[in-house]
């Protein structure tokens, strides 16, 4: 009798210690991270059968539990992934949005002060110092946008850089998860019993990983976890780690994409972007993609819009030294002010052998107002064929254009109305191209220097001037008249005096093109003349490409008398002109971008205003996100936290009964003492 107190009396004393250990053990690590409150399970241990029944023999510990909840660390997990992809894209755009916003360091004020120069010429053309401010506000605009161009391109390098750092921490995390998968594995084997220090470190660690990438798990049998990432790559399996590569991307050699290694050695496969979503990782690839590409391309368009809009108009201009189109070549005329590179096409590293190279080029900006816009677009494009047929896709939004065969002209007409047209290139099936047009263009735009070393070759005046005729006795008058495309053509017989006779117009070559107020142009029949109108534009055809005609337009007002004439003639010693200056200043108020719905600024202001937009859309998503976060991790503290006045609260109750059983087993060793001296006797 008195064996079976002391047996049942250590029984207490165990399980009490167990307790007390247990609870030293949560109070130890009440602020470990990632520890997981632990408490004993008590078992009745099997009674004695006797005549009288079952006797008790005490308790004893089955195990020791984690107070757990995989649903609310999975909670956690998935709101610390969206959490830390927010904070990593809300880090970058937030230095775009300060770049771009700067009221100092911004494209808008070195805008506003360029053509504040173009202005001064206009009103001094022949002043040389004026043409030379001019020349140092384009100067200093070029700066600007190569300035801001290159930090943007040095942000994508940075990407680059955390995402190989980013790649390597997703590793080491993976490696350390499998190895203690394979601990794990070994320990609850050989136990029978939930390894529950380890558990927890696992647990951390996979909370780790899911500060970089959003990872999903599946429990095996052995107490192991296979670990996925974006569609359901494995990084983890058991106890075995795949991992992640960085390799340049196939289609874009400039940006670094991320591949999955497999087992057997093979050739890292890209992982699309899009499937690589949660956790810094995803937040660096969407900033990528989403924000700073954007801004790249947007800087870009509209520094080529700028270029190639003031280009065309200082082409139909006259310089300081009397050259323009109509000069005998040679003629050094060298009206560009402004130097872009063409549209950036990249053959996917994957093509075919024999591919060919393909090339693209802007289109020349079309005349609108008295002036030209562009239709160039921000987004990047992708060349493709599957042999039959090619096809162009607008990334931004999965446009596509489709052409039969394998010729890329036969795509020039959709091209065309994105901003670009392709070189002739055959291509070969499966072969892939990426169309950059502008993301590059910000930084790689330059000046002329043959304008930039002589500003006497601005061309701030018209070439070609009107007059009327000295003995003219009616009361008309002639516009100065404008040079379009082709002018040079329409004019090609100066000069040419018209005259006016009985309501007609004389004097146009016969056989010559004519539009009036921008119609349909007529051919001029054998009498060389046209009805009079008073104020009626009166276009001289030189090409017929664009809606409305271009070539040299004037008006001729009011009543003249017969054989009045007005003459048009070349601009000879026109160093005062500023007509053609006064034209390309009003380039900054014109509609020129977004197939004219938008000017320079108003393009780029859009640009800052997006990017502010998102920024703080980004900022009150992570923010909302951190409160999901705490609220999640409250959650499962609540649970399985360390509650210090709980465990001090244990500490006194198995302290007591540690005490009791203590007390049992001195009546037990009593009443044994007391069995012993009677059996003495």
Same mark, same amino acid.
């Given at each position: 009798?008195?064996?079976?107190?002391?047996?049942?009396?250590?029984?207490?004393?165990?399980?009490?210690?167990?307790?007390?250990?247990?609870?030293?053990?949560?109070? @130890?690590?009440?602020?470990?991270?990632?520890?997981?409150?632990?408490?004993?399970?008590?078992?009745?241990?099997?009674?004695?059968?006797?005549?009288?029944?079952?006797?008790?023999?005490?308790?004893?510990? @089955?195990?020791?539990?984690?107070?757990?909840?995989?649903?609310?660390?999975?909670? &956690?997990?998935?709101?610390?992934?969206?959490?830390?992809?927010?904070?990593?894209?809300?880090?970058?755009?937030?230095?775009?949005?300060?770049?771009?916003? *700067?009221?100092?360091?911004?494209?808008?004020?070195?805008?506003?002060?360029?053509?504040?120069?173009?202005?001064?010429?206009?009103?001094?053309?022949?002043?040389?110092?004026?043409?030379?401010?001019?020349?140092?506000?384009?100067?200093?605009?070029? *700066?600007?946008?190569?300035?801001?161009?290159?930090?943007?391109?040095?942000?994508?390098?940075?990407?680059?850089?955390?995402?190989?750092?980013?790649?390597?921490?997703?590793?080491?995390?993976?490696?350390?998860?499998?190895?203690?998968?394979?601990?794990?594995?070994?320990?609850?084997?050989?136990?029978?019993?939930?390894?529950? *220090?380890?558990?927890?470190?696992?647990?951390?660690?996979?909370?780790?990983?899911?500060?970089?990438?959003?990872?999903?798990?599946?429990?095996?049998?052995?107490?192991?976890?296979?670990?996925?990432?974006?569609?359901?790559?494995?990084?983890?399996?058991?106890?075995?780690?795949?991992?992640?590569?960085?390799?340049?991307?196939?289609?874009?050699?400039?940006?670094?994409?991320?591949?999955?290694?497999?087992?057997?050695?093979?050739?890292?496969?890209?992982?699309?972007?899009?499937?690589?979503?949660?956790?810094?990782?995803?937040?660096?690839?969407?900033?990528?993609?989403?924000?700073?590409?954007?801004?790249?391309?947007?800087?870009?368009?509209?520094?080529?819009?700028?270029?190639?809009?003031?280009?065309?108009?200082?082409?139909?201009?006259?310089?300081?030294?009397?050259?323009?189109?109509?000069?005998?070549?040679?003629?050094?005329?060298?009206?560009?002010?402004?130097?872009?590179?063409?549209?950036?096409?990249?053959?996917?590293?994957?093509?075919?052998?024999?591919?060919?190279?393909?090339?693209?080029?802007?289109?020349?900006?079309?005349?609108?107002?008295?002036?030209?816009?562009?239709?160039?677009?921000?987004? *990047?494009?992708?060349?493709?064929?599957?042999?039959?047929?090619?096809?162009?896709? !607008?990334?931004?939004?999965?446009?596509?254009?489709?052409?039969?065969?394998?010729?890329?002209?036969?795509?020039?007409?959709?091209?065309?109305?994105?901003?670009?047209?392709?070189?002739?290139?055959?291509?070969?099936?499966?072969?892939?191209?990426?169309?950059?047009?502008?993301?590059?263009?910000?930084?790689?735009?330059?000046?002329?220097?043959?304008?930039?070393?002589?500003?006497?070759?601005?061309? @701030?005046?018209?070439?070609? !001037?009107?007059?009327?005729?000295?003995?003219?006795?009616?009361?008309?008058?002639?516009?100065?008249?404008?040079?379009?495309?082709?002018?040079?053509?329409? &004019?090609?017989?100066?000069?040419?005096?018209?005259?006016?006779?009985?309501? !007609?117009?004389?004097?146009?070559?016969?056989?010559?093109?004519?539009?009036?107020?921008?119609?349909?142009?007529?051919?001029?029949?054998?009498?060389?003349?046209?009805?009079?109108?008073?104020?009626?534009?009166?276009?001289?055809?030189?090409?017929?490409?664009?809606?409305?005609?271009?070539?040299?337009?004037?008006?001729?007002?009011?009543?003249?008398?017969?054989?009045?004439?007005?003459?048009?003639?070349?601009?000879?010693?026109?160093?005062?002109?500023?007509?053609?200056?006064?034209?390309?200043?009003?380039?900054?108020?014109?509609?020129?971008?977004?197939?004219?719905?938008?000017?320079?600024?108003?393009?780029?202001?859009?640009?800052?205003?997006?990017?502010?937009?998102?920024? !703080?859309?980004?900022?009150?998503?992570?923010?909302?996100?951190?409160?999901?976060?705490?609220?999640?991790?409250?959650?499962?503290?609540?649970?399985?936290?360390?509650?210090?006045?709980?465990?001090?609260?244990?500490?006194?109750?198995?302290?007591?009964?540690?005490?009791?059983?203590?007390?049992?087993?001195?009546?037990?060793?009593?009443?044994?003492?007391?069995?012993?001296?009677?059996?003495?006797?």
């Amino acid at each position: 009798m008195s064996t079976g107190i002391i047996s049942t009396g250590v029984s207490g004393l165990n399980a009490a210690q167990f307790g007390l250990q247990t609870t030293e053990h949560n109070i @130890a690590n009440a602020n470990t991270p990632g520890f997981t409150r632990q408490r004993t399970i008590q078992a009745t241990t099997p009674g004695l059968q006797t005549g009288s029944g079952f006797v008790g023999q005490g308790a004893q510990v @089955a195990t020791i539990e984690r107070i757990y909840s995989s649903f609310l660390t999975d909670q &956690v997990n998935r709101s610390q992934s969206s959490a830390s992809g927010l904070d990593s894209y809300a880090a970058q755009i937030a230095q775009i949005d300060g770049m771009l916003a *700067d009221a100092t360091t911004g494209l808008s004020p070195a805008l506003q002060d360029f053509f504040t120069s173009v202005q001064q010429v206009a009103a001094n053309p022949s002043q040389l110092p004026s043409r030379q401010a001019m020349i140092s506000a384009a100067q200093a605009l070029v *700066d600007r946008y190569q300035s801001m161009g290159d930090q943007l391109t040095q942000m994508s390098d940075g990407i680059n850089s955390e995402i190989n750092s980013t790649v390597a921490g997703i590793n080491s995390y993976a490696e350390q998860i499998a190895s203690l998968n394979q601990k794990i594995g070994v320990a609850e084997a050989a136990t029978g019993q939930p390894a529950n *220090d380890l558990l927890d470190g696992r647990d951390q660690l996979l909370a780790q990983l899911n500060k970089l990438i959003k990872a999903t798990t599946t429990t095996n049998s052995d107490g192991s976890i296979n670990v996925f990432v974006g569609s359901g790559q494995q990084l983890v399996v058991g106890a075995q780690a795949m991992s992640l590569a960085t390799l340049p991307s196939a289609s874009d050699p400039s940006r670094l994409a991320v591949a999955l290694k497999t087992g057997t050695g093979g050739t890292p496969q890209e992982i699309p972007e899009s499937l690589l979503n949660g956790g810094s990782l995803g937040g660096l690839l969407a900033f990528r993609t989403e924000s700073l590409d954007t801004a790249r391309s947007e800087l870009g368009r509209n520094a080529v819009s700028l270029a190639l809009t003031f280009n065309a108009q200082s082409a139909l201009g006259q310089d300081l030294l009397g050259q323009s189109q109509l000069s005998a070549a040679p003629n050094g005329f060298s009206p560009n002010l402004f130097s872009i590179s063409a549209p950036t096409v990249i053959p996917n590293s994957r093509n075919p052998v024999g591919s060919p190279s393909v090339s693209a080029t802007f289109v020349t900006p079309p005349p609108y107002s008295g002036n030209f816009y562009t239709d160039l677009g921000a987004s *990047d494009y992708r060349l493709t064929s599957d042999g039959s047929s090619v096809t162009l896709t !607008r990334l931004s939004d999965n446009q596509q254009w489709s052409a039969a065969g394998t010729d890329t002209l036969a795509l020039n007409a959709q091209a065309a109305t994105q901003g670009f047209t392709l070189g002739s290139a055959t291509l070969l099936a499966g072969s892939s191209y990426l169309i950059q047009p502008s993301r590059d263009a910000a930084r790689k735009i330059s000046l002329n220097p043959a304008l930039a070393a002589d500003p006497r070759l601005i061309t @701030a005046a018209g070439p070609v !001037r009107t007059a009327l005729g000295a003995a003219n006795t009616g009361g008309a008058t002639i516009s100065a008249g404008n040079a379009g495309p082709g002018y040079a053509a329409a &004019v090609a017989a100066m000069p040419i005096t018209l005259s006016y006779q009985n309501g !007609r117009l004389q004097g146009f070559t016969v056989g010559s093109l004519v539009a009036l107020d921008g119609a349909t142009p007529v051919t001029i029949d054998a009498s060389g003349s046209l009805p009079y109108t008073s104020g009626e534009t009166i276009t001289l055809v030189g090409s017929v490409a664009s809606t409305p005609s271009t070539g040299f337009s004037f008006a001729i007002s009011g009543s003249p008398n017969n054989g009045d004439t007005f003459r048009i003639a070349r601009n000879t010693g026109g160093t005062a002109d500023g007509r053609n200056a006064l034209a390309l200043a009003q380039l900054q108020t014109q509609d020129t971008m977004s197939g004219k719905t938008a000017s320079f600024q108003q393009a780029y202001a859009q640009l800052v205003s997006e990017t502010g937009n998102k920024a !703080r859309q980004v900022q009150v998503s992570g923010d909302a996100q951190k409160s999901l976060l705490d609220q999640a991790q409250s959650s499962r503290d609540s649970l399985s936290g360390v509650n210090l006045d709980e465990e001090a609260a244990n500490l006194l109750r198995y302290q007591q009964a540690y005490q009791a059983s203590a007390k049992a087993l001195q009546i037990g060793a009593s009443l044994f003492d007391t069995i012993l001296q009677i059996a003495a006797r």
